[in-house]
C-alpha cells in the first residue's frame, strides 16, 4: 500500500542556499513522524513543502499516492496545520476563535469534541491574549483540528512551555493520535521525540541523515552506556577512564560499566552522584551531526 505522505527528492533551492537537497520519505498512516535537526537543517522548509504552503524546486509531495500539486485545494482539506500563536485573534474568546476557524472549511468537527479532544473547558470563554502558555498551544491544536484533518502538522509546538504543561500536550497529542490521524511533528526536544514520535528523521545541511524509530536508531548506533560523575569525583581517576567533560559533569561511554567502577573504587572516587544511564536520542544526535540540539 502507498504511504499515506511522501516526500520525494525535495529540493528547495534560495538564491543562495540549497535549503533541502534532495530529501526522501515515507509517512505511513497512523504514525506520529518527527523531524529533527538543528538550526537552519532545512526541518521548516521540507514541512512547508509537505503542507504545500512552500513549492519545491524539484521534486514532489505525494498524498496517497498522488502528487498534491494536481490537487492543492482537497489537499488542504485534508491536512491541519498547528500555527503559530500569531494566528489568534487576541481580543476573541477561545470559542470565537474556533468558530471562526471553523468557518473556513465546509467539513468540520464538531465544537463541542474539538473542545473535549483538546480540555478547553476551563478557559472557553476567556480572551486569547489571557491565556497560558500551554492553554494556547492546546487552542491552537484544536484549530488545526477543526476540519477533521487525516495528516496534523506541528511545528515545535512545546518550545517555551513549563515541563508539566510540555508533558499535558504530549497527552493529547497521544490521543489525537489514537484517533488514528497521522502526525508530522518537529522539535528540538529530544524527550520530546522519543516519547511521541514511532519514526524519525534527522536532518543536517538540508539532507536526511538518520531514519527510523527512535528505538532502531539507538540500537543501531550504540552497544555502550554513559556513566556520569561530577567533574571534580572523576578526576580522581586520573587519566585512567576517557571522561569527557560536559560543564559541571564529565561523561563515559562504556560497554564496561562493572570495570569502570572498579577502576573509580580503585581511585577513591567518591560515587555518591554516579549515575548511569542508557544512550538517548540527544547522543545520537551529537554524533550524527556534531551538534547539541539545543545550541
Ligand atoms: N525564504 C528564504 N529565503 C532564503 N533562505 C531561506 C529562506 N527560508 C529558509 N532559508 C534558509 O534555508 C536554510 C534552512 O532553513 P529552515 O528554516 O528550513 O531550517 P530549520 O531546520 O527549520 O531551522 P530552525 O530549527 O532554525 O527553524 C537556512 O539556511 C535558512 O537560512
Known amino acids: 500500500m502507498a504511504a499515506l505522505l511522501e516526500a520525494r527528492a525535495l529540493v528547495k533551492q534560495y538564491p543562495k542556499v540549497r535549503a533541502v537537497d534532495g530529501v526522501s520519505f515515507e509517512v505511513p498512516a497512523g504514525i506520529c513522524f518527527g523531524l529533527l535537526g538543528p538550526n537552519g537543517a532545512g526541518k521548516s522548509t521540507t514541512v512547508e513543502m509537505l503542507e504545500g504552503v512552500a513549492q519545491p524546486s524539484a521534486g514532489e509531495v505525494l498524498f496517497r499516492g498522488e502528487s498534491i500539486r494536481s490537487r492543492a485545494a482537497r489537499y488542504r482539506e ?8 500569531t494566528a489568534l485573534q487576541d481580543f476573541l474568546t477561545v470559542r470565537e476563535n474556533l468558530r471562526l476557524f471553523q468557518a473556513l472549511y465546509p467539513k468540520k468537527r464538531p465544537l463541542d469534541e474539538l473542545i473535549a479532544v483538546c480540555r478547553l473547558e476551563e ?19 484544536a484549530i488545526a483540528l477543526v476540519n477533521d484533518p487525516e ?3 506541528l511545528d515545535e509546538p512545546t518550545t517555551g512551555l513549563d ?13 489525537i493520535k489514537a484517533e488514528g490521524k497521522t502526525l508530522v511533528l518537529t522539535t528540538h526536544y529530544m524527550e520530546e521525540a522519543y516519547e511521541l514520535c514511532d519514526d524519525i528523521g534527522i536532518m543536517d545541511h538540508g539532507r536526511l541523515i538518520a531514519r527510523g524509530s527512535p528505538q532502531r536508531l539507538l540500537a543501531e548506533h550504540f552497544d555502550d552506556s554513559v556513566l556520569e560523575l561530577p567533574a571534580a569525583d572523576a578526576l580522581r581517576a586520573g587519566s585512567e577512564l576517557p571522561f569527557v567533560l560536559r560543564g559541571d559533569w564529565a561523561e563515559l561511554s562504556t560497554r564496561d560499566i562493572a570495570g569502570a567502577l572498579e577502576v573509580l573504587r580503585r581511585a ?11 544512550r538517548t536520542l540527544e547522543d545520537l544526535f551529537l554524533e550524527l551531526t556534531g551538534k547539541e540540539l539545543r545550541a
Do not use: C, M, T, Y
Open 151 to 153: 495528516v496534523v502538522f
Open 163 to 175: 515541563p508539566q504543561a510540555r508533558r499535558n500536550f504530549w497527552e493529547l497529542v497521544r490521543s
Open 78 to 85: 485534508k491536512i491541519g496545520i498547528q500555527f503559530q500563536s
Open 123 to 141: 478557559f472557553l470563554d476567556r480572551d486569547s491574549h489571557k491565556l497560558s502558555g500551554g492553554q494556547r498551544q492546546r487552542v491552537l491544536l
Open 268 to 278: 577513591g572516587a567518591p560515587l555518591g552522584q554516579l549515575r548511569i544511564r542508557p
